[in-house]
């Protein structure tokens, strides 16, 4: 099973970005961190990246449940989401499939919300 969903558009990287986050938002997710790891690995190792940013996306109903059923769930939250710029005028989404990380847990409450916050997802990214 991949362990992604993903997808390449048409989109500067900064245009991307924003649309991203847009149609994070339409379906209950807010971006709660956001990591420049072009920034980063050239502060800390001096090295030359392609623009890439992980964005921590949460949907707090779906986190609150997964939560109720699974304490230390909190490992893996929240939902990264990665755009990187393949060229000037491209850009790929890539979200992680809450489904295949949730099988890691022997769990089946789990299974439900993890279905769920996957066909989000899914559908941010075919929006996209």
Do not use: H, W
Request: proline share 5%; with cysteine.
């Amino acid at each position: 099973m991949a362990y992604y969903i993903n997808r390449t558009i048409a989109c500067p990287f900064d245009a991307a970005i924003a649309r991203v986050t847009e149609e994070l938002q339409k379906e209950g997710f807010g971006i709660l961190t956001e990591i420049d790891v072009k920034a980063t690995l050239k502060k800390k190792l001096g090295v030359d990246f392609r623009n890439y940013r992980i964005l921590g996306a949460c949907n707090p109903p779906f986190a609150y449940q997964a939560l109720q059923a699974e304490p230390k769930i909190g490992t893996m939250l929240p939902c990264n989401v990665i755009v990187e710029e393949i060229d000037a005028a491209t850009s790929e989404v890539s979200a992680v499939d809450p489904l295949a990380s949730m099988q890691a847990i022997d769990n089946p409450a789990l299974q439900g919300i993890a279905l769920q916050i996957q066909a989000k997802l899914r559908q941010v990214i075919a929006r996209l």
